[in-house]
Nanobody, 122 residues
Framework: QVQLVESGGGLVQAGGSLRLSCAAS????????MGWFRQAPTKEREFVAV????????NYADSVKGRFTISRDNAKNTVYLQMNSLKPEDTAVYYC???????????????WGQGTQVTVSS
């Protein structure tokens, strides 16, 4: 099991940048795939990005490809989401999640953080 705490959310103008962090505790972080998901008001939770346990593989939703970058530092038990060129439609609560498999389906993830709010003003 992995305990996750997100940070780094906030209010930013369109075109701006934010970096989200997800600090993990637990013995299995280094062997877990880590994903970022988001949920906007009245919308379903959606996949944003995923990184393999080694960091050697990543995958992104089409809506964020070229703007967001996921990375991880296993020595620090932390995964990051660098978000550039933010748009108002990126406004959502962002969650990190840990799972055994490199997956875009949120049901594949066992452990979730509490979320951090990102608001992008136009």
């Amino acid at each position: 099991q992995v305990q996750l705490v997100e940070s780094g959310g906030g209010l930013v103008q369109a075109g701006g940048s934010l970096r989200l962090s997800c600090a993990a505790s637990g013995r299995t972080f280094g062997s877990s795939a880590m994903g970022w998901f988001r949920q906007a008001p009245t919308k379903e939770r959606e996949f944003v990005a995923v990184i393999s346990w080694s960091g050697g593989a990543t995958n992104y939703a089409d809506s964020v490809k070229g703007r967001f970058t996921i990375s991880r530092d296993n020595a620090k038990n932390t995964v990051y989401l660098q978000m550039n060129s933010l748009k108002p439609e990126d406004t959502a609560v962002y969650y990190c999640a840990a799972g055994a498999r490199f997956a875009v389906d949120g049901t594949r993830y066992n452990d979730w953080g509490q979320g951090t709010q990102v608001t992008v003003s136009s």
